[in-house]
């Protein structure tokens, strides 16, 4: 034992030194837990057309700005992982493959050009190539410096995705101003419907330490165009007002400034009083519009691009300007006045329902809101959620947008996935996205897409924005789960161009994420697509919505009927009993159809034009209703519930021939969150057809399987510690 241990010991220790040191040589220096995200930059198997890799590459970089060095510095890192060789910093083109980066200002070369670039606006870019000096090259090319950042990542973005950097002839810019994420992180440390560890912000130790994640955080975000945050939870802490707060808050700003990024806070209506000594916060009162405009000064003085304050008011018992019998625009108009010297705006929320309105729940906001179009100040955006619920697998767009065409409407999307399996779902979000920017509010006649509305097209508004709750945390890999990348990705990529497909996006995540080669990423994608349509089935097909566990909003729970307020149950959404199934929110029952403009809402008050996927959100029907398809409606839900269980299955076959083809971790972690989606779709079907025969005794089709267990057992199960309540 004794000789084993000092003889073969180091013979091991040399051995496995050896080891290491040959992954280090090949650029591995640590394993692949996702935590690069989609720029990880590895070598690509050969070089693309226009790069000569027998040398390094020249990088003709203008002078400048923190964001024109951040440019520079991420085409060295990129180009420096993808070719193996790091660029050589010039200043003239003297070889063929050169790239030339910067503005018409910052640099004689770029200037040399002389390319248009009215079209660009401040964060557009241009990718071209040229002939400078006799030689082929790239130039990437923009107004301003954070134009060229965005088209540096954009060129990375082809390398990675396999594009040669030949004939390159393109321009972008975004469509949307403002193009943020919310996080709803607490002080403490904790994140409200969070699934992927804790705060990534270290209130703690800020100011003084500033974690190197916040550079990474912010490399990741400008490079899909994402140019704000909201760094605190909308069920907000008066707290992070503070002086000491805001020097935290001032810290984090410094970090994400070169990268185009600007902090944002929600504000907490009744600070004045929490932490302003004042006995009100009524919006109309001198001394609390005061309080509020000492307070943006303070902000301004500390932070001189803080972007402004979202603000959740008068919502699931948040303070608001109700509280004094005002109404949300006196709210809204009191802070956009307090920011406007500053160039500061409010982000407005729409998701409010009152436990006193006994109007259906999915009517409030537009209720609430429609009478205030044209109420608000200039600098006042409204963000609305995708669908008037609440974030559901699949729920109609919400017919606020297209009916205030006064008021710059905001979308909100939920990146984390509250209600579609958490972080071990594999579900791409970016079909339903694309599903809700597509959808024609016919507001304005045939083509009036609520993603125009968002983009300020339809109604000629030029402050817009987009707003997607962050899926962001402490885990190694960010988001939870690899695949719950992709949505955050999705999210920056939709939000700087509301048009683009979801399957484009996929392919380049996929690509980016894993491996250019179409053999992999092809079956990336094609799981990727059918992901959300298969949540939808296991768990809400058919337009069923809101039947997750109470609260936490784990796993199915459609009998629920124990939390206080009625429109919090799952019963109250699908209204079943032994002779039907659904929510009539026709003419005939709750009348939210004729919110929508009068083409669309009279698809939906018809049986016959109301499309299957939202049948029993405005429906209550018979359960032996005939569908389009001939079968009845009860074999129609007991076949897409298994349905979507099957997908899974196919997901996870897809993933397994994938095997020995992607790195070892990842794999391996995507594999077991597979097999837990695949168990829990299996609940979620069995226990939700176990729930709906016993209210309709009906037999299952032909050929499909009975639950596994008891409805008595599903109702048994109970989940105190699930994440993220
Ligand atoms: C609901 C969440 C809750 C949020 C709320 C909101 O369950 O945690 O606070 O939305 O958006 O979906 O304000």
Redesign the pocket.
């Given at each position: 034992m004794n000789r084993s241990r000092s003889g073969v010991g180091p013979r091991l220790l040399i051995a496995g030194l050896a080891v290491l040191f040959a992954c280090l040589g090949a650029g591995r220096a640590h394993a692949e837990d996702g935590h690069d995200l989609w720029l990880r930059y590895h070598a690509l198997a050969a070089a693309p057309a226009g790069i000569d890799t027998r040398q390094a590459v020249q990088l003709v970089a203008g002078q400048g700005s923190p964001t024109a060095k951040a440019a520079s510095g991420e085409l060295v890192r990129g180009l420096g992982g993808l070719l193996g060789k790091t660029p050589e910093l010039s200043g003239t083109v003297s070889r063929d493959g050169a790239l030339i980066i910067g503005t018409p200002a910052s640099s004689p070369v770029v200037a040399g050009l002389h390319l248009d670039t009215r079209e660009l606006g401040r964060e557009g870019y241009l990718i071209k190539s040229v002939v400078v000096n006799g030689h082929p090259a790239t130039a990437i090319v923009g107004n301003d410096d954070i134009g060229v950042l965005y088209g540096s990542f954009r060129f990375l973005r082809l390398l990675q995705t396999g594009h040669p950097a030949t004939g390159l002839d393109l321009r972008d810019r975004p469509q949307v101003k403002l193009r943020v994420l919310d996080h709803?992180d607490n002080l403490d440390g904790s994140v409200?419907?969070g699934y992927a560890g804790a705060s990534i912000w270290d209130w703690w130790k800020l100011p003084g330490y500033l974690d190197p994640r916040y550079t990474d955080y912010a490399r990741a975000n400008a490079s899909i165009g994402i140019n704000g945050t909201v760094l605190n939870n909308?069920?907000a802490d008066p707290l992070v007002l503070t002086p000491a707060y805001l020097k935290k808050v001032a810290a984090l700003a410094g970090v994400f400034r070169p990268w185009g990024i600007r902090v944002y806070l929600s504000a907490r209506f009744s600070a004045p009083i929490e932490i302003g000594g004042l006995k009100t916060a009524d919006p109309l009162d001198p001394a609390v519009r005061q309080w509020w405009r000492d307070k943006a000064d303070e902000i301004y003085r500390v932070i001189p691009d803080f972007g402004g304050f979202l603000v959740?008011a008068n919502?699931?018992g948040q303070p608001g300007p109700q509280d004094y019998h005002r109404t949300h625009a006196d709210g809204a108009n009191m802070l956009a006045d307090a920011l406007a010297p500053h160039g500061g705006i409010v982000m407005w929320?729409a998701?409010v329902y009152s436990e006193h309105d006994l109007d259906d729940r999915t009517k409030q906001a537009y209720n609430e809101f429609k009478p205030l179009d044209g109420a608000f100040r200039d600098n006042v955006l409204l963000q609305v959620k995708n669908g008037p619920l609440?974030?559901q697998p699949r729920e109609p767009f919400s017919p606020l947008f297209g009916a205030m065409p006064k008021t710059p409407l905001m979308m909100e999307f939920q990146i984390t996935k509250?209600y579609l399996g958490f972080a071990t779902h594999l579900v791409y979000l970016g079909p339903l996205w694309e599903e809700v920017l597509r959808a024609d509010t016919y507001a304005k006649g045939k083509g009036s897409t609520v993603a125009k509305v968002v983009d300020g097209q339809l109604d000629g508004h030029t402050l817009t924005g987009m707003a997607g709750v962050a899926n962001i945390g402490t885990d190694r890999d960010w988001s939870g789960s690899v695949f719950d990348q992709a949505n955050w990705y999705a999210f920056g990529r939709l939000a700087w161009d509301p048009t683009q497909s979801a399957r484009a996006i996929a392919d380049d995540w996929a690509r980016m994420t894993f491996t250019p080669d179409d053999a992999v990423a092809k079956p990336i994608v094609g799981m990727m697509m059918a992901s959300r349509e298969a949540a939808v089935d296991y768990m809400t097909p058919l337009g069923l919505a809101h039947l997750m566990g109470a609260g936490h909003?784990y796993g199915p729970a459609p009998w629920d009927d124990s939390l206080p307020r009625a429109d919090w149950n799952p019963v109250y959404y699908h209204r079943a009993d032994k002779n039907g199934i659904g929510f009539d929110r026709t003419r005939k029952g709750s009348d939210a159809v004729d919110q929508y403009a009068p083409p669309v809402a009279a698809e939906f008050n018809s049986l016959k034009s109301t499309p299957d996927a939202y049948l029993l959100w405005f429906h209550h029907l018979p359960w032996d209703y005939r569908m389009r398809s001939g079968r009845t409606l009860w074999d129609e839900l007991v076949m897409h519930y298994s349905h979507g269980v099957d997908e899974v299955k196919q997901m996870r076959a897809t993933w397994k021939s994938l095997d020995g083809r992607i790195d070892a971790q990842r794999y391996a972690q995507t594999a077991a969150f597979l097999a837990i989606q695949q168990n829990e779709a299996q609940w979620w079907r069995d226990a939700s057809i176990a729930y709906w025969q016993s209210l309709n005794h009906l037999p299952l089709p032909a050929g499909y399987a009975p639950p596994a267990h008891t409805l008595d057992y599903y109702k048994s199960l109970s989940f105190p510690y699930a994440p993220g309540h």
């Open positions: 709803w409200e419907r909308v069920n959740k919502s699931e929320r998701f609440d974030f509250e909003h």
